[in-house]
């Protein structure tokens, strides 16, 4: 298949392009500039420079492409970061899924792979949910969720098929905000945050590698499956057992545990949120669909190859250090 990707230089992106080309298949990545090009062009795809926003030049990148992929995100590293930070964001998910499904219907795609969250179909009683659980977006997810009814409302009309994969809590050795939690354990700054007045209820969180993530993405495109799905490990974990897995994993302090109230204060309610929400759902849907196996089945298989391959380069001595600052090294997480 020839198969193009918007956000081919991300976390996602990157690992999106190298895995495609590695199973034989064509890939252009979208890039900005010369360091994005260089980064699609050593994991084996063409570099093409266009704009997000504009149909007309996604258009001409994505010539004869089978398969539009939209992985495109624009996610702050900071957790303080201001309103208008999250309005970029929101902008890549809506006006770059119109702009997209735009230009892969003129190019006749058959297949177009929208990337989502999983919670925006969570609760706030923590419930159980699936792909057939209606969305009940926040500030943060509502642009998510209008990106989705984008992608779902254009294939009615258009020659490709849509489908949606929502992902679980992204982690990867080269993912700022991994290599943020993992710099705030060493040194104590990052709590077991748990809801509740005395901090006595656990989260359950749905985490997903990013290499797991890329291989979803690329057996979504392979089976040539539509539908809406779930695309997670095999295991929710509590917040708690997640961060003291990590700390245990780095040789870091076990993380106290808090209250969400107490923590907010501090690290702001972006990032308390994402580790507030319950996410208790399933891959069940997608494995059935596509044939999908994860390579790290639960966080412990994840977590170990993280920091693996943090001790193999160097990174776990620089942390431990305080010489890596993952908000302001965009090498790390480029969007």
Do not use: K
């Not at 298949?25 to 360091?35: I, K, N």
């Not at 258009?59 to 539009?68: F, K, P, Y």
């Not at 009814?149 to 992204?170: D, K, W, Y």
């Not at 245990?248 to 302090?253: C, F, R, S, V």
């Amino acid at each position: 298949m020839r198969v193009f990707v918007a956000g081919a230089t991300g976390v996602l992106g990157r690992r999106l392009v190298s895995q495609f080309a590695d199973r034989g298949h064509e890939v252009v990545g979208l890039t900005r500039d010369a360091e994005g090009d260089d980064l699609v062009a050593d994991r084996g795809g063409e570099p093409y420079r266009g704009d997000l926003f504009d149909a007309d030049s996604l258009a001409l990148a994505a010539e004869g492409a089978d398969v539009v992929v939209h992985a495109a995100t624009s996610i702050p590293t900071d957790p303080l970061a201001a309103e208008n930070e999250w309005e970029r964001n929101d902008r890549v998910r809506r006006e770059g899924a119109r702009a997209l499904t735009t230009a892969a219907a003129s190019v006749g795609a058959t297949q177009y792979l929208q990337q989502s969250v999983v919670w925006v179909a969570a609760n706030s009683r923590g419930d159980f949910f699936d792909e057939s659980s209606p969305p009940q977006p926040t500030r943060l997810t509502q642009s998510a969720v209008d990106a989705e009814q984008i992608a779902m409302a254009a294939s009615e009309t258009a020659p490709f098929s849509a489908s949606i994969l929502r992902c679980g809590v992204f982690y990867a050795p080269d993912a700022v905000h991994t290599r943020q939690y993992a710099e705030r354990l060493l040194r104590r700054r990052l709590p077991a945050i748990s809801r509740g007045p005395l901090g006595r209820d656990e989260v359950v969180i749905a985490p997903l590698h990013a290499d797991d993530a890329a291989s979803a993405f690329v057996a979504a495109a392979e089976s040539e499956a539509t539908g809406r799905w779930h695309v997670v490990d095999d295991e929710p974990v509590s917040t708690r057992e997640f961060l003291e897995t990590f700390a245990a994993l780095l040789d870091a302090p076990r993380p106290i545990p808090l209250p969400a109230w107490v923590v907010r204060m501090t690290v702001g309610s972006a990032a308390v949120s994402q580790f507030t929400t319950s996410m208790p759902t399933t891959n069940d849907r997608f494995r059935e669909s596509t044939g999908w196996d994860p390579t790290y089945p639960t966080y412990r298989e994840g977590l170990r190859q993280v920091v693996d391959r943090w001790q193999g380069d160097g990174t776990l001595d620089a942390l431990r250090a305080g010489s890596v600052d993952g908000s302001t090294n965009g090498v790390l997480e480029r969007r």
